[in-house]
């Protein structure tokens, strides 16, 4: 999938494509937001990961320029004006999603793969994923490791099914406050990590293969580290 | 003192206590002027009197057709019974002819022009005839004049005495003005402290004083608290700084593996957010200070809200063997943000977690005031807090340090938060503790004057929950 970050500040762009492209992004720069309208206006992108303060066309103005020409690509705006007003006036324009800055990557990849799975709901999950010698059956709500069931609470089978969802990616605790909790995001996140503890403990100490893994100061994520 | 659009003071005072003189002195004028004439007249009247009777005795010794001399500057003419002429003074006739004379019973009578004054009376007694006697009042107007002068004189003297005592006046009273001035711009920011003695200035600005005094007290606090702030705030910021360069120097001068990398890595970036999370948080607690920013109120149940945070910290409380409880009828709701009053609920739970031993209890319940005020409570079983502490505790980098507190990656601004998603809701935070046996937070809602709070609460928020790094 393409995608095309407008961003300014060369350091930010290149961390951006660098981190896109680990997750099989194919990633194109743009540096202000003329250039940005002007590769955008093809439609030939996925999705448009845009800094709202850019020389020449503001990345407001831009995306506004881009939805009068029909252009309906999905926008994930970047900013570091964080207010309640500044977020309204970016979905206002025509973005999908807003970050404020700082932001952690993951969180970043995590809100563009939700832009674009709102845009093509046509990618269901699958009947079946497997991680090693873990099996997830999404339809019976059931975990497997090496052919025995894991019995989970519900809580810690929410947990398990979000970063299943996203198998070797990095899920922030912040989208599992809001995902598990249903909760804002701003509360204390170390609650995150007792539930990951206790889901650990069940999913995986009494097995040779560890499978959850918590980055520090990222987040958590579920693969198969050889 | 002077401005160009507001008279000064001064003038001002001066203006009217001049202004009132010179009113006073033309209606003293008007009712001297006024008495002096009724007076004057009335004087006038009562000599005419006196020649009319004086002459009445002169009546028998009177031929018919005499020529008498003038009484002063009165001139008369004695008439008979029948009206005929008995005796008049030289040219009388001439000037006066006998007809068109004020009748006996209205005997006074000033002309146009006020040249004479003109009287017909009977004489004594009344059925021997009557006489005419006309006043020249031509002749006695110097008297008038003089006093008229006198009088204008004396209302100026009055206007100017009451100028310069005006003047006196209002220096006298403005002078402690020019030493307050003098007071007050001597006033700093850093000797706010400083008092403007009250006793030395007159009740009336003592007042003043005292309320200058009130609003310096209140700025000095004011400042005080922003100085300490910026201080604060410094020390907070160094010490996630010192952390960060203290792992990456660390990382530059040991070699480490690939595990150990990750590991100080991952340390620098929890600094690093811890970083972020307080520029978020003090960019928040400024929006606080603003209400009606940025609020999203809707009827939230109170009994839901607890639970989705008491479902939250479940595990956490288990974790360190505290139980963890609702006590919440389902009837009680309050208007509300859903997504603050969440993070304040969420910061007051983590407290109590941190402070409650083990064994302990939390307990997350919603009630009700006679008043109809919706509160929600955080108690804990925990060590409680001192009582001077209670007071400090919210504002922004306060923390009780406890010897069993563990240690933990706060920002020491989690109740001021509290305290400003209060504010922005119109209630407060209110602490309170014992020693040994415990403390309660309580969030206190104001009444929901349109009664909305009844129905069931419904919607999330979309928009200001994401990301905390």
């Given at each position: 999938m393409r995608i095309l970050v407008i961003e300014d500040e060369a350091k930010a762009a290149k961390q951006l494509k660098a981190g896109l492209e680990l997750a099989h992004f194919q990633v194109e720069l743009a540096a202000d937001g003329t250039a940005g309208h002007r590769l955008a206006s093809s439609g030939a992108y996925?999705?448009?990961v845009v800094d709202v303060m850019l020389p020449g066309l503001s990345g407001l103005q831009m995306v506004e320029k881009l939805r009068a020409e029909d252009i309906d690509t999905p926008v994930l705006f970047l900013s570091a004006k964080g207010t309640l007003e500044d977020r309204l006036k970016g979905l206002k324009s025509g973005g999908d999603d807003y970050i404020v800055k700082p932001y952690a990557f993951p969180e970043v990849l995590a809100r563009l793969?939700?832009?674009?799975?709102?845009?093509?709901?046509?990618?269901?999950?699958?009947?079946?994923?497997?991680?090693?010698?873990?099996?997830?059956?999404?339809?019976k709500r059931r975990i497997t490791r090496l052919g025995k069931r894991v019995d989970l609470t519900p809580k810690e089978y929410l947990l398990a099914a979000l970063l299943l969802e996203n198998v070797g990616q990095v899920v922030p605790r912040s989208t599992?406050?809001?995902?598990?909790?249903?909760?804002?995001?701003?509360?204390?996140?170390?609650?995150?990590?007792?539930?990951?503890?206790?889901?650990?403990?069940?999913?995986?100490?009494?097995?040779?293969k560890k499978l959850v893994h918590t980055l520090r100061g990222v987040g958590i994520v579920l693969e198969d580290r050889d | 003192m002077t401005g160009l659009s507001t008279p000064s003071l001064r003038r001002k005072i001066l203006g009217t206590l001049l202004g009132g003189a010179v009113v006073l002195s033309a209606v003293a004028f008007c009712i001297i002027e006024l008495g002096f004439r009724i007076a004057l007249s009335q004087a006038r009247?009562?000599?005419?009197?006196?020649?009319?009777?004086?002459?009445?005795?002169?009546?028998?010794?009177?031929?018919?057709?005499?020529?008498?001399p003038t009484l002063g500057e009165i001139q008369w003419r004695m008439l008979?019974?029948?009206?005929?002429?008995?005796?008049?003074?030289?040219?009388?006739?001439?000037?006066?002819?006998?007809?068109?004379?004020?009748?006996?019973?209205?005997?006074?009578?000033?002309?146009e022009g006020a040249h004479w004054l003109r009287a017909h009376l009977p004489l004594d007694p009344p059925e021997t005839g009557s006489i005419q006697l006309v006043m020249d009042l031509q002749a006695q107007r110097f008297v008038a004049t003089r006093n008229t002068g006198l009088r204008l004189f004396m209302v100026a003297f009055t206007l100017l005495a009451a100028y310069g005592l005006g003047e006196l006046i209002v220096r006298q009273s403005i002078r402690p003005l020019g030493r307050l001035a003098i007071q007050a711009?001597?006033?700093?920011?850093?000797?706010?402290?400083?008092?403007i003695p009250v006793e030395t200035f007159p009740r009336e600005l003592g007042d003043l004083v005292a309320s200058m005094n009130i609003g310096m007290e209140r700025l000095q606090e004011a400042f005080q608290r922003l100085e300490n702030l910026g201080t604060d705030l410094a020390h907070e910021l160094r010490s996630p700084i010192q952390n960060l360069r203290s792992e990456l120097e660390g990382l530059l001068l040991r070699p480490k593996d690939a595990r150990g990398l990750q590991d100080a890595l991952g340390s620098c970036l929890e600094e690093l957010d811890r970083l972020g999370m307080m520029i978020e948080q003090m960019l928040f607690l400024a929006r606080c200070e603003e209400p009606s920013s940025e609020l999203r109120l809707g009827p939230l149940q109170a009994s839901d809200l607890l639970r989705g945070i008491a479902d939250y910290f479940e595990v956490s409380a288990e974790s360190v063997q505290v139980e963890l409880g609702v006590e919440a009828s389902d009837d009680l709701a309050i208007m509300a943000d859903r997504a603050l009053i969440q993070r304040a609920l969420s910061n007051l739970v983590s407290n109590a977690l941190r402070h409650t031993p083990a064994g302990g209890r939390i307990t997350l319940a919603a009630t009700t005031t006679s008043k109809g005020e919706v509160n929600l409570e955080v108690r804990d079983t925990g060590e409680g807090i001192p009582a001077e502490m209670i007071q400090a505790l919210g504002s922004r980098f306060t923390r009780v340090e406890h010897s069993r507190s563990r240690s933990h990656g706060g920002t020491g601004l989690g109740l001021a938060i509290v305290k400003g998603i209060m504010h922005l809701h119109g209630g407060d935070l209110e602490l309170e503790s014992r020693m040994g046996s415990g403390t309660t937070a309580r969030l206190r809602f104001p009444p929901d004057p349109t009664g909305r709070t009844r129905r069931r609460s419904s919607g999330a928020h979309p928009i200001l929950s994401p990301k905390e790094p």
């Open positions: 996925d999705a448009l793969q939700a832009i674009l799975r709102r845009v093509r709901p046509g990618s269901p999950l699958p009947p079946k994923v497997e991680v090693a010698d873990l099996t997830w059956e999404p339809d599992v406050v809001e995902t598990v909790w249903g909760l804002t995001a701003h509360v204390d996140p170390n609650a995150v990590d007792v539930q990951v503890r206790r889901l650990r403990a069940k999913l995986d100490d009494p097995y040779e | 009247q009562g000599i005419l009197q006196t020649a009319a009777r004086d002459a009445s005795r002169l009546r028998p010794s009177l031929a018919p057709g005499t020529i008498v008979g019974p029948s009206g005929e002429t008995l005796a008049q003074s030289e040219g009388f006739r001439s000037k006066f002819p006998l007809t068109g004379w004020p009748a006996l019973d209205a005997p006074f009578e000033v002309d711009a001597l006033i700093r920011p850093k000797d706010l402290g400083r008092k």
